[in-house]
């Protein structure tokens, strides 16, 4: 399953502009707050395709009957880009145990490599996972990341969810993600450019929000 957020007009199509414009990404802390933004509105996407239970609640003057969440999910990002998509994700589902996987690609190489430096989760074993990284683009990366954290157990499901996707991306994943998944993406974008970006893409999310690494 892929869904894909601005297939429907909503107030996400407002941040996702800002995101894309070269002028608004000048303003760091805008970039920022419109992706953590976007991560509220796919948390809450998400949360409808999770498992519900019926509660009774106590209020002041009766009682209400509501269907709640029966297991809160497991967050995992991909640092450093992912950290504030990652939030938005974090202030709805605000009782959820979180993850971390440090990640980056080798650049100048012919074929792209993904090296993982990093890996924190809890156990993963029978969970509800949201792997959240913004750039769905050659893909790699997700599986890598899968690939390493599977040690910690295997999830019943796993939520890919990004801003943004490649076609090449979505193809890679849909090949070598063997465990039960789905995609979550606000935009589905042409192509990878010669160098693996995403095109049109918004550029490298990690420095907009951060500044450029050395």
Known sequence: MVFVLTKHNSIANQFLAELRDKIIQQDR?????????LGEIMA????????????DIVTPLGSSSIHTILH???????????????????NFFDRADCGFIGAYREENTENITIKL?????????G?????ID??????????????????????????????????????YLSKNLSLPHSVWTCSIDEKLD?????????????????????
């Open 29 to 37: 802390m805008r970039f920022r707050r419109n992706t953590e933004r």
């Open 44 to 55: 809450y996407e998400i949360s409808k395709a999770l498992a519900y239970q019926e509660r």
């Open 72 to 90: 809160q999910p497991i967050l995992l990002t991909i640092m450093r880009a992912g950290l504030s998509y990652f939030q938005g994700f974090a």
């Open 117 to 125: 430096s990093y890996l924190a989760t809890p156990s993963l074993a």
């Open 127 to 131: 969970k509800t996972v949201i792997l």
């Open 134 to 171: 913004p750039m769905l683009a050659t893909g790699r990366s997700i599986i890598d990341s899968v690939n390493a954290m599977v040690k910690n157990g295997t999830p019943a499901h796993i939520h890919v969810a990004s801003l943004v996707a490649a076609p090449e991306g979505l193809q």
């Open 194 to 214: 010669e160098n693996f970006y995403i095109v049109p893409g918004l550029g490298d999310a990690g420095d907009l929000s951060y500044g450029a690494k050395i």
